[in-house]
C-alpha cells in the first residue's frame, strides 16, 4: 500500500486560510468517506482533527475542516494562527481493511 | 480520563529483540481496537498494524509483517509490540493508538524511542 500523497510544505501568514491535499486512489480515499487528519507538534503525540472526511472531534476548533472529491482529501485551516504550525498528516481505510497514511505537510505560519 | 501509558526507550543492538508496552485507563480496554504507529528520524508517521481487544486478532501492513508481532495482556488493560532481529531501520518512534470506527485514532500514548545501534 503506497502512502497518499502530500504535498511537502504549505505555508500561511496569520488569518489567512491554507488547504492541504491528500492525494489517493479508488482502493483508498476514493473508495470510502474513512479519511482522518492529524496535527503532530515535533515531541508530541499526534492530535485527531477531523474523521471520517468532515467530522471534527469534541475540542477541535471550527477553523479546522475537511472535504473530499474523488480521490483526493483535503484540509483547510482558516483564520491560521501561530500555533497551527505543525506537521499535518492524512490517513485512510484502504480496501485491505488496514489503514495508510499520507507523507505529511509541514505547515509554516509566516 | 482516557490515558495511554508507553514503556520507556530502548537502546537495543542489531539482532536483539524489544516488546514496547502500551497501557490503557479511564475506559473499558476491549472497547477499542489498538493501533500502532511508527516514525523514523525524519520521516512521516507510518501505520503498522491493529489488534483487535475483544478476540486479540493482529493485522498488520504489507511492510510490518515477519519481524513484528502485536499481542494483548487484557487483564491489565495492555497491549504490546515485539519487534525481533532488529535492524538499525527499525530506530524510530512507536506510537499505540487508541481507535474508533473505521481506524480514527482519538488518543495516543506517548511514544516510545527504540534506538537499534552496535
Known amino acids: 500500500q503506497s502512502a497518499l500523497t502530500q504535498p511537502a510544505s504549505v505555508s500561511g501568514s496569520p488569518g489567512q486560510s491554507i488547504a492541504i491535499s491528500c492525494i489517493g486512489t479508488?482502493?483508498?480515499?476514493?473508495?470510502?468517506?474513512?479519511v482522518s487528519w492529524y496535527q503532530h507538534h515535533p515531541g508530541k503525540a499526534p492530535k485527531l482533527m477531523i474523521y471520517d472526511v468532515s467530522n471534527r472531534p469534541s475540542g477541535v476548533s471550527n477553523r479546522f475542516s475537511g472535504s473530499k472529491s474523488g480521490n483526493t482529501a483535503s484540509l483547510t485551516i482558516s483564520g491560521l494562527q501561530a500555533e497551527d504550525e505543525a506537521d499535518y498528516y492524512c490517513s485512510s481505510y484502504t480496501s485491505s481493511s488496514t489503514r495508510v497514511f499520507g507523507g505529511g505537510t509541514k505547515l509554516t505560519v509566516l | 480520563q482516557v490515558q495511554l501509558v508507553q514503556s520507556g526507550s530502548e537502546l537495543k543492538k542489531p539482532g536483539a529483540s524489544v516488546k514496547v508496552s502500551c497501557k490503557a485507563s479511564g475506559y473499558t480496554f476491549t472497547t477499542y481496537a489498538i493501533n500502532w504507529v511508527r516514525q523514523a528520524p525524519g520521516q512521516g508517521l507510518e501505520w503498522m498494524g491493529w489488534?483487535?481487544?475483544?478476540?486479540?486478532?493482529?493485522?498488520?501492513a504489507q511492510d510490518f509483517t515477519g519481524r513484528f508481532f502485536v499481542s494483548l495482556d487484557t487483564s491489565v488493560s495492555t497491549a504490546y509490540l515485539q519487534i525481533s532481529s532488529l535492524e538499525a531501520e527499525d530506530t524510530a518512534v512507536y506510537y499505540c493508538?487508541?481507535?474508533f470506527g473505521s481506524g480514527n485514532f482519538d488518543y495516543w500514548g506517548q511514544g516510545t524511542l527504540v534506538t537499534v545501534s552496535s
Open positions: 493508538a487508541r481507535a
Open positions: 479508488s482502493s483508498d480515499v476514493g473508495g470510502y468517506n474513512y
Open positions: 489488534i483487535n481487544t475483544k478476540t486479540g486478532n493482529p493485522t498488520y
